[in-house]
């Protein structure tokens, strides 16, 4: 018991160091140029999830996550008018049949498996500001509530910038999906006792600018 509960102190101050370090804004984000040279202030963002209609999952469990810079009464360079809310980024979680290695075959592995789907898309101008990771944040909380242990992750192997992104949160190549097709299947537990997971359960924070 006691050596659980120094484990979970442990893990929760590490994660809670490194959250505050990820909400330090970039200076080299090109968000931070507001025009004339001023700074845009961060916000809050907001996470939207709606069922995801044009999945290719057959199941209710579909969902499409919408990170939102709010609307802002104005930023510098606006010339004091009102800025709408807008979509910042956005991906997809669903619940498949797949095999273990995340692709449809006729191999006896193949199960209901939670799948982020679709890319992870984030606007030119919010990258490096913790978008991405929160995205994956959403999907795999989705994920758990539906109740799965992992998440799978299809990847273009020639994506490099996405393999540091998931490798960084925690995700493992399926050594098996590696053939000719033309991406790979990365994996994490959600459960595992490590950061990741004590992390990605902690109520999440992301500024935008």
């Known amino acids: 018991g006691c050596c659980f509960c120094r484990w979970t ?11 505050a370090r990820a909400s330090q804004p970039c200076l080299n984000s090109p968000a931070m140029a507001a025009g004339n040279g001023q700074f845009a202030l961060p916000v809050k963002a907001e996470v939207r999830s709606e069922r995801w209609m044009g999945s290719a999952s057959r199941s209710e469990r579909a969902v ?8 802002l009464d104005a930023l510098p360079g606006s010339g004091g008018r009102p800025v709408p809310a807008t979509t910042v980024g956005h991906c997809g ?6 095999d273990e290695t995340g692709f449809h075959t006729e191999c006896s592995t193949v199960r209901p498996r939670a799948m ?3 890319t992870v898309f984030v606007k030119p101008r919010f990258r490096r500001q913790g978008v991405a990771q929160r995205l994956v944040r959403e999907a ?17 192997p020639k994506n490099a910038a996405a393999h540091r992104l998931y490798e960084k949160l925690g995700y493992v190549k399926i050594k098996a999906s ?12 959600l459960w ?10 902690l109520n999440r924070h992301t500024e935008v600018q």
């Open 9 to 19: 102190s442990e893990m929760l101050l590490q994660s809670l160091l490194l959250h």
């Open 64 to 71: 499409r996550i919408n990170v939102m810079r709010p609307a």
């Open 93 to 98: 979680v669903v619940v498949l049949d797949v």
């Open 116 to 118: 982020l789907t679709g």
């Open 140 to 156: 795999e909380t989705h994920a758990r509530l539906w109740g799965f242990s992992e998440l799978l992750l299809p990847v273009d």
């Open 178 to 189: 590696a053939g000719e097709a033309k991406q790979v299947t990365l994996k994490r537990n």
């Open 192 to 201: 595992a006792p490590n950061l990741h997971t004590a992390h990605s359960m």
